[in-house]
């Protein structure tokens, strides 16, 4: 079992950055792929990023390359999302959620894939 809190969630200006963070517990942290999603209103759970287990390995959906930076740190059960850029149309709720098992650059990228979801982080960005 893993149980994940974001947070890092809050109201920010276009242009502006925010930094989303997901705290794991269980000591099998390092074993998950982790991946965030967001879901704006009205709207599916889309793809966001994802990262491999070691972390050498990233994800993004084309939109956000270049904007979005996922990291992890396995020592502290932590996975990151730094978010720069910002648009009004990144307002959402992000999720972060873990993958345990062998994945696919395809199938990483599938909300129906992943084991276990956090409750999710607000993130509103102003124009």
């Known amino acids: 079992q893993v149980q994940l809190v974001e947070s890092g969630g809050g109201l920010v200006q276009a242009g502006g950055s925010l930094r989303l963070s997901c705290a794991a517990s269980g000591r099998t942290f390092s074993s998950y792929a982790m991946g965030w999603f967001r879901q704006a209103p009205g709207k599916e759970r889309e793809f966001v990023a994802a990262i491999n287990w070691s972390g050498d390995s990233t994800y993004y959906t084309d939109s956000m390359k270049g904007r979005f930076t996922i990291s992890r740190d396995n020592a502290k059960n932590t996975v990151y999302l730094q978010m720069n850029s910002l648009k009004p149309e990144d307002t959402a709720v992000y999720y972060c959620?873990?993958?345990?098992?062998?994945?696919?650059?395809?199938?990483?990228?599938?909300?129906?894939?992943?084991?276990?979801w956090g409750q999710g982080t607000q993130v509103t960005v102003s124009s």
């Open positions: 959620a873990a993958y345990s098992r062998p994945y696919t650059v395809v199938t990483i990228t599938q909300r129906g894939r992943y084991n276990y």
